[in-house]
Every structure is written in structure tokens, then in C-alpha cells.
């Protein structure tokens, strides 16, 4: 499908959306049908991640394993909890965690299903599989933290861009991306991860997944723990956004991606992303080469290419930003190098 406007992109995504609905909706039913809060009862701690990008979820493993051991020999009970939302994970490369195919549907409603109806431990880690664990005992710290009954949350990853403006400071919020929660205290508070259709007065866009529920638990005097200087925790690397190139793949032949990428629609907001993606698909296929003796694939644009048609691109606003995210992922990626080669 060739991608002419922005309808077209979203009519890609939820055209991929559909079809996980064919592919994970016998097992989203099943999911239904469990005992309430089932999964992980027994254990402090379900670490929890959704996938529709296996190679990315493969890397994020190998960094999360680590952790997990490292937390069962500290005495912290925990589970590993992967929702396949592609289909096509194979469980042999996740030994330690349950693989559960779940539909693509929105990351708040996914959250709230998962949250409220299948997992029953007192804390949930909630983490994008592009948010990779480098540090054990920085995560070993947090959860011990959030003995404190007024904690009702530990961000790894606040939001970068934004502020709440709350009691004459200026608080960030926890965002999605990343975090520990108490799952009782939820359900306690009967909040929930939906977004509203309202503008948030603290940055005049819509609500994000979380904030307003992160709004809600601030004006009920609960904590919200943040890293130092509310920014992105030093004990966490990784990529964001690494996953929208997944849907486009899927509804256009390479070809037509050929042809979007060097004559776009529009060069905004939403192309940046979408190259960025293609940038890091490219260097997660290259982790997945150096970590694991099986793989073969080779990612479909690489760096460079990707790169030339960033070049190519007539000056604008939007091509400098371009190549800055391009150089974050390079550091990044040598940043995971690093921690491997250790």
C-alpha cells in the first residue's frame, strides 16, 4: 500500500491491528476466561512487557533475564509476563517468562485488561521492550522502596517534555514507558490508565497514557518517586519509539516504503518518527546478530540507507532534528555494546 497521506498511515496500523485480532484472538478470549488476578499471586513482583516487535523483545530479554535472577537470589518473588501482541514470539527463546498472545489493542486498555484482570501480585513493572535494564541493583533498590505506603509509583522514565505544575513545584510525570506500581493501590483508588479526550492544562495537548491517573494519585498525597533530577534514570538504556516500523513493513512492500521515504507526504512530526524507527530496527537486528548464534535476518533498510534519504532531503526544520535522533541511537547503541562486551 503506498503511502500517499497520513490516513493512509493509520489505515496501515489498523489494518496490522486487525489482523492480530485473527492471529492472538483465540488466546485474548482464553485470557478472559482466567481466574481473577491469577497470574503472578503468588509473587511480590510480575514484570510485564508488551511485544510486537520479537527481535526488539529478544534483546530486552537477554538485559531482563539478568534482572529477574538478580532479584530471586535478593529474596524479591517475581514473574515474567510477555504479551505477544504480533503472534509470532517463539517461547523457546523466553524460558524463564510466560508468553501470552493478547490483541493489539491500545497500550492503556492492554494495561488496564492486565492490571485489573489477570495479574494478581502487589507490584507490577510495567516496561517497554525498548527499555533495557542495566543496573540490577539500582532496580533492587526501587522495589524496596516502594515499601513506603504513600509510594504509589517508581518511574525509571519520567516524560521528558513536560511538567505538572503541582503545590509551587514543578513535578514530571511518571509517563508509560517504564515503571513499578502497586497494583492493589489501583484498584483501591479505582483509577485507571485510559486517556481522556480533554486537553491537559499542563501542556495543552491531550493526556497521555497514565497522566491523568499520575494527576489523580498527586492530589491524593500519594508519592510518585522519580531518578535524580526527574530525568531518565542512568540504570536503564535502550531506544524509544522502535516499533512503528513494524506496521508499515507489514502494509507496504519495499518498494513503496522506497518511495515514502525519499518523497513523503509531509516531512512532520509523524515522518520523523517513522525514519527513526527504520534507524532502530536496523540496530536491533545487529544487537540480535551479536547476541545470538541463530539469527540470520538482516533488518529491511539499513543505517546507511536510511541515512542517505535523510540527506537527501531539502533543508528544513525537521531534517536537523532528523539526524540529532539518529545520533541519540548511535550512542545508544554503542551505550548496549558496552554493557554486552562488560
Known amino acids: 500500500m503506498k503511502i500517499k497521506c497520513y490516513q493512509d498511515y493509520r489505515r496501515i496500523y489498523h489494518l496490522y491491528s486487525a489482523v492480530s485480532l485473527l492471529k492472538c484472538g483465540i488466546s485474548s478470549f482464553i485470557a478472559t476466561l482466567r481466574a481473577a488476578n491469577s497470574f503472578g499471586r503468588e509473587e511480590k513482583l510480575t514484570i510485564l512487557t508488551f511485544s510486537i516487535f520479537p527481535e526488539l523483545t529478544r534483546v530486552w530479554y537477554y538485559f531482563m533475564e539478568k534482572v529477574y535472577q538478580y532479584l530471586k537470589n535478593n529474596g524479591v518473588t517475581a514473574k515474567l509476563l510477555i504479551v505477544d501482541c504480533n503472534g509470532s514470539l517463539k517461547k523457546a527463546y523466553f524460558p524463564k517468562a510466560e508468553v501470552i498472545k493478547f490483541i493489539n489493542h491500545t497500550h492503556p486498555v492492554k494495561l488496564d485488561f492486565f492490571l485489573k484482570k489477570i495479574i494478581g501480585s502487589e507490584i507490577v513493572w510495567v516496561t517497554d521492550d525498548d527499555c533495557f535494564i542495566f543496573d540490577l541493583s539500582v532496580a533492587l533498590d526501587y522495589i524496596n522502596k ?11 522514565y519520567p516524560r521528558p517534555d513536560w511538567f505538572f505544575d503541582f503545590e509551587g513545584g514543578k513535578i514530571r510525570p511518571m509517563g508509560s514507558y517504564c515503571f513499578l506500581i502497586k497494583r492493589k493501590m489501583l484498584e483501591k483508588e479505582n483509577l485507571s490508565f485510559n486517556v481522556l479526550t480533554k486537553i491537559n492544562p499542563h501542556n495543552g495537548r491531550h493526556y497521555d497514557t497514565a497522566d491523568y491517573m499520575n494527576e489523580v494519585l498527586l492530589k491524593r498525597g500519594y508519592k510518585i518517586n ?3 533530577d526527574q530525568k531518565r534514570s542512568a540504570a536503564i538504556g535502550g531506544f524509544r519509539g522502535s516499533s512503528i516500523w513494524k506496521a508499515l513493513a507489514w502494509g507496504c512492500n519495499k518498494r513503496e516504503l522506497e518511495g515514502y521515504l525519499s518523497a513523503p507526504y509531509s516531512y512532520d512530526y509523524n515522518f520523523r ?10 540496530k536491533v537486528f545487529e544487537l540480535n546478530k551479536i547476541l545470538f548464534t541463530d539469527f540470520k535476518k538482516s ?11 535523510i540527506e537527501a532531503m531539502p533543508e528544513n526544520e525537521i531534517k536537523p532534528r532528523i539526524l540529532d ?18
Open 226 to 228: 522519580l531518578p535524580e
Open 299 to 309: 533488518s529491511l533498510f539499513n543505517g546507511k540507507e536510511i541515512k542517505k534519504y
Open 146 to 156: 516502594m515499601a513506603d505506603e504513600k509510594v504509589a509509583a517508581y518511574s525509571f
Open 273 to 282: 518518527h517513522i525514519a527513526k524507527s527504520f534507524y532502530i530496527a536496523d
Open 325 to 342: 535522533d539518529f545520533a541519540w541511537v548511535d550512542d545508544s547503541y554503542n551505550e548496549i555494546l558496552k554493557i554486552i562486551r562488560k
